[in-house]
């Protein structure tokens, strides 16, 4: 059964930094592309940060660009998320989530295969 754990998300004040990790099961992420999206009531889940899956090329979206860098560790099956000088309007809850390989980069959510149970990150002004 494959399990994509999130983890490190909390409260943090605007300009903090936070790093999500995600751990999967059931899941050798060394053959996935891997991504990170997020969703607040109400909206659509967001594309946020991929991540190929050897690890050379990296994907974000405008919104967390220069501000958040996605990594990925294989030897442990885990992927990362650090962010940086946070905004209240990066509250949300975040999701880690693993394609195909001939997806890399994708930042539709459809195009994701597997999907850990989220994690909430609140930032306050």
């Known amino acids: 059964q494959v399990q994509l754990v999130e983890s490190g998300g909390g409260l943090v004040q605007a300009g903090g930094s936070l790093r999500l990790s995600c751990a999967a099961s059931?899941?050798?992420?060394?053959?996935?592309?891997m991504g990170w999206f997020r969703q607040v009531p109400g909206k659509e889940r967001e594309f946020v940060a991929a991540i190929s899956w050897t690890g050379g090329n990296r994907y974000y979206a405008d919104s967390v660009k220069g501000r958040f860098t996605i990594s990925r560790d294989n030897a442990k099956n885990t992927v990362y998320l650090q962010m940086d000088s946070l905004k209240p309007e990066d509250t949300a809850v975040y999701y880690c989530?693993?394609?195909?390989?001939?997806?890399?980069?994708?930042?539709?959510?459809?195009?994701?295969?597997?999907w850990g149970q989220g994690t909430q990150l609140t930032v306050s002004s």
């Open positions: 989530a693993g394609c195909e390989a001939y997806f890399s980069g994708s930042t539709s959510a459809y195009q994701y295969k597997y």
């Open positions: 059931g899941l050798t992420i060394s053959s996935y592309a």
